[in-house]
Every structure is written in C-alpha cells, then in structure tokens.
C-alpha cells in the first residue's frame, strides 16, 4: 500500500517506524531539511516541502497514493493537507486534531472535508487513563468485542492466592478467564495449564467486563476505589482527563508551572484545584498531601521528569500511579520499578491509525482485522478477526486445529454471546475472534495464525 505522511514529529516517526516494518511503499513530507537524517535507517522515500501545498503531494505521489496521514504539530495545516488531497486525488485521508475548541466540531469537518479519520493523542491518553482508574488494580486494560470483552494485566504478588499455581487451579476457582501472556523477567510466554506463576510475573488475563469485579474478589485482591486524583502538569491531556474525572464526582488537583496556563484551567475547570508551582519539587509535593491521594498521574512535556515524580509518588505509598511516557526505551529500563500503568500519547495515537491501515487492506472472505492492540512494548499483539466463509478450520475444535507456535485464541463471539474458549470451541463464519501472538512477525490475515 502506498502512504503518504506528511510531518515528522512523534507521531509520524512511530508511524513510519510500525508501517515501514510492515512493508508499505511510504514517502514522508516535511518542511525540515534535517527530516533526512531522522529518517535514513528507514526504507522510505522523503520530499522536503509544505505537506499543504498541491506542488509537494504531486510530488510525493499522491495521485497514486492509497492514504495520506496529516500529524503535523498545526491542526489547520493537517486538515488543509487532507483536502488538498482529497480534491486531487481519490485517497483516504487521516488528520491529527489536538486543539479542543475542535472537539465539537470534528464529525461535521469529518464529513465537510472528506476525512476518513481524525486522531487527538490527547484526548485519547486521557480517556486510557480515565479507563485505567476505574479499575486501579489493574495496569493496563485493553477492551474488544465491543467493549464486552477485555484484557488486563496484573502483577502477582508474594503470597498472593496467585502466585506458585499452575494455570489449570486457577481456573478451577476462577472460572471465566484465560491467562493469555505473562511477561517475566522481560521474557514473554504465551502459557498453557501447566505453567506456574511466580510473584513478580505480569499477566495479562482476558475476562468479560462484567467479571472483572468478581475476578478482584476471586483472586482475593482488595479492590481499589479513586476519590481524588493529583495530576502533574497542566497539558492538554490534564485538561481532558480533568474533565472526565469531575464529570464522575473525582476530586481533581492539578499542579503547573507556568502562570497564564493555570489562568486557563482555572476558569475551563471552575471544580478542580490549579496549584501553580514545579511539581517535580517533592517538598511541593508534600504540601499539597500526595500521600493522602489516591491516584498520582504525571503529564509533564518531560519523560525523565515523569518518571521521577512518579517513582517518588510511589516511593511514598501512592496505591495507583499512572506515568505518561513517550520514549519506549525508558518503560523497559524502569520495569517493574514503580512507574505503575504506563501511557504513551503517540503510540495510542499511530496503534489507531496502523489499525485503519490494515483493515484497508483486509480481504473479507479471509478473515478481515476489526482491532489491533499492541501491548508489552510492542513485544504481544492482540488482534480480533471476522471469520469468513473461506477461513480454515471452520467448526474445527481449537484443540485439533494446528496454530503457529506464540498464537492463542482467548475469545469467540458467537450470534452476539462471547465466551472465553476452552480446548473444545469452535469457531464459525461472522464470528469474531481475539487472537493473542507475541510472534515477530506481523499477522495481516487470520489464516496466517495457522501452520
């Protein structure tokens, strides 16, 4: 498929990195001569120019381009870009939208531009973090079947009713779940009923939403309610999750540095609590009772700062810290090390459009892609299909039918009823499965998971 990116800031460089892996025909537009050297380790094909003008798309091809991804850092100039080519051209078109005096406004400029897609890493790291705390024992949520069906992950803990159990008792006392992936010692296994937990492992366990409550209770883990939330930074996504927070009766304190910003939430948040001051200042920290909250979530512009605050946050007894974080390398460097659920604006945001990408390029009587979540540093891939006529292994129980080695299928939707398969599951066509793989290589159709 051929793909146009035009910026190459943190989003545009995710997307070339994931979609250049996955052997698309990809130019990148940017206005910075220096996007060369940015870009050299990558495949793809560079033209320095303003992305908006009609001059440098033809240029970059966009008359034979399949789709054209606007994430440059000016939201005018990104949907400019997408009706620049529109008009010229028969290609989908994706726009980065940041600003919230937008958010109204995007189905009708959807519809009036022609957009096939817009993105707001913002709002969607602050919606994942809403999400998050609503559940704070768990690290990380992924939803599918429509929200029906989601999947968590959990630390066990020494001497917990987890830990030193193969699979197969725990599913005895909690019935339900499917233990899909467990990560230990940076090592990813795709598990079966004989394998033992150990404390310290991450599990990621796929469950219905409706038990998640009673999987806590089961696994005998205290369940944990958010009353008040200290946020570090008064960024966009503060704003929006702020919002959200209020909206559910959470007390919100929000900390920033800079004078005429606080100004600003001040009066869009009348509810919440603007301290101006450096909230990378522990003693600041202190005083405005840390220790009492219930949930930390750092926001600042800096990783390194984040990080920070949040392994104090911890350090201090803070039951839920959520960490926003952009540069990958730093989640693996402090695994494990008290940075709780970590959030990464850019990689939510280019995930999204990898999963436009491929449902583009789905053959329905295979098996067409419906969602891609990737988790674990990128390292475990949980994917749902639509099954079609022609899939193999139709009404084939899942024990006898021979998968590729790092493949699980942890759900089945079947006639709107979803249930967690066991050995004898069967799948049939317009059902839709959840396919877990920690397998390098990317998965584009369902009859690829087999051997």
Not at 346 to 366: F, K, W
Request: glycine share 8%.
């Amino acid at each position: 498929m051929k793909i146009i990116i035009v910026g190459d800031g943190k989003v545009g460089l995710a997307l070339t990195r994931q979609l250049s892996r996955e052997d698309h025909d990809i130019t990148v537009i940017d206005s910075n001569p220096r996007v060369n050297e940015t870009l050299e380790k990558y495949d793809v094909m560079i033209v320095n120019g303003n992305g908006a003008s009609l001059e440098t798309l033809r240029e970059a091809g966009v008359e034979e381009a399949d789709l054209v991804i606007a994430a440059t850092s000016s939201d005018e100039i990104n949907m400019l870009c997408c009706v620049t080519a529109k008009y010229f051209a028969d290609v989908h078109t994706i726009a980065r939208v940041r600003n919230p005096a937008y958010a109204e406004q995007l189905i009708r400029l959807r519809r009036e531009f022609g957009l096939s897609m817009t993105i707001n890493p913002e709002l969607q790291a602050a919606n994942e973090i809403f999400h998050l705390l609503q559940y704070p024992n768990f690290l990380k949520r992924e939803s599918f079947a429509k929200g029906r069906i989601e999947i968590v992950e959990l630390e066990v803990k020494a001497g917990s009713r987890l830990a030193d159990i193969p699979l197969h008792q725990l599913y005895q006392v909690a019935g339900g779940i499917l233990v899909c992936a467990v990560e230990r010692k940076g090592e990813i296994t795709i598990p079966n009923g004989s394998f033992v937990l150990q404390a310290g492992d991450h599990i990621h366990v796929t469950a219905q939403v409706l038990n998640l409550a009673m999987l806590l209770k089961t696994l005998e883990i205290t369940p944990q309610r958010v009353r008040q939330v200290l946020i570090i930074g008064g960024s966009r996504t503060a704003f929006h999750l702020a919002k959200r927070l209020i909206k559910a009766g959470i007390g919100v304190k929000i900390i920033e540095q800079d004078h005429q910003r606080c100004l600003e939430l001040a009066e869009q948040l009348p509810k919440a609590s603007i301290i101006e001051g450096d909230g990378s200042q522990f003693q600041l920290l202190a005083q405005e009772g840390i220790e009492e909250s219930n949930a930390v979530v750092t926001l600042t512009n800096m990783d390194e700062e984040n990080i920070v605050i949040s392994l104090y946050a911890n350090h201090v007894g803070v039951p839920k810290v959520v960490t926003k974080v952009n540069r990958l390398e730093y989640t693996n460097m402090f695994d494990g090390s008290g940075l709780g659920s970590v959030i990464s604006p850019r990689d939510l945001c280019s995930a999204n459009i990898v999963h436009y990408v491929r449902a583009m390029g789905n053959t329905p009587e295979g098996g067409s892609m419906l969602s891609l979540h990737r988790m674990i540093g990128e390292r475990l891939e949980a994917l749902e299909f639509a099954i079609g006529k022609s899939t193999r292994y139709i009404g084939t129980p899942l024990k006898n039918i021979p998968l590729r080695k790092g493949v699980l299928v942890s759900c089945i939707t079947h006639r709107g009823k979803t249930i967690i398969p066991n050995g004898d599951s069967c799948f049939y066509p317009d059902d839709i499965i959840l396919v877990v793989t920690s397998s390098e290589r990317p998965i584009q159709q369902l009859d690829e998971i087999f051997v």
